[in-house]
């Protein structure tokens, strides 16, 4: 079952933060945080297994809330570099496969 | 880079055709992942192999089928396409151990149309 992640897009300007939401009507077992620009790859930033941990990596941070089965993905002070799609994909326990949520569209302006 | 090659970059064919896309992995992995991107579909988990066998599988149709050989690279054969299977195919590999939990790789994706 895919997940739901919000926004559907964001548009921030240099150094303001921003924060993207995945959900799941499932218990899960694991969140992966992928970061797509236009035309290329995705390119892996984050996992969190359940257990509620939060990880940083530069100053784009996730969470994981194994209550309410939501991790969400900061970003700080963003630079334009963090232009992109970001996609959550979402791993319940004993599922062996992984689903992603439709993407959120991040667009940093000078 | 991320070490994940793939091929054909492009791939344009008819109707009822079949085509094969190749990945190879990063050395050392032995995990390999299939995905599906189109615009109304969004990223699509297909089909895992490790080191040969089958994995996990995801949305994979039953006109579509892969492997992963011996030297772990692995196809994705697609059979009688229709227009709707128009779509970026990646490939994605990750380390030994062979579970999600591991970071994947992707490749650069085969972009594939269907006319």
């Known amino acids: 079952q895919q997940p739901v992640q919000s926004p559907q897009a964001v548009i921030l300007r240099e150094g303001e933060d921003a924060v993207i939401n995945c959900s799941s009507s499932?218990?899960?077992?694991?969140v992966h945080w992928y970061r797509q620009k236009h035309g290329e790859a995705p390119v892996f930033l984050m996992i969190l297994l359940k257990g509620g941990e939060q990880k940083g990596h530069d100053k784009i941070s996730a969470s994981f809330n194994e209550k309410k089965q939501q991790s969400s993905l900061y970003l700080t002070a963003s630079q334009l570099s963090y232009s992109g799609t970001y996609f959550c994909g979402t791993e319940r326990e004993n599922d062996y496969k992984l689903s992603f949520g439709a993407g959120t569209t991040v667009t940093v302006r000078a | 880079d991320s070490g994940v090659t793939q091929t054909p970059k492009h791939l344009i064919t008819a109707t009822g055709q079949r085509v094969t896309l190749r990945c190879s992995p990063r050395?050392?992995?032995?995990?390999v992942y299939w995905y599906q991107q189109s615009l109304d579909q969004g990223l699509q988990f297909l089909i895992q192999?490790?080191?040969?066998?089958?994995?996990a599988k995801g949305n994979i149709l039953e006109r579509f089928s892969a492997q992963q050989f011996p030297d772990l690279h692995s196809e994705l054969n697609l059979s009688s396409l229709e227009l709707g299977d128009s779509a970026l195919y990646f490939c994605?590999?990750?380390?030994?151990?062979?579970?999600?939990?591991?970071?994947?790789?992707f490749g650069p994706g085969t972009r594939l149309t269907v006319l």
């Open positions: 994605a590999s990750s380390a030994p151990s062979g579970s999600f939990t591991d970071t994947q790789y």
């Open positions: 192999y490790y080191n040969g066998e089958e994995r």
């Open positions: 499932k218990a899960l077992y694991s």
């Open positions: 050395s050392g992995d032995l995990s």
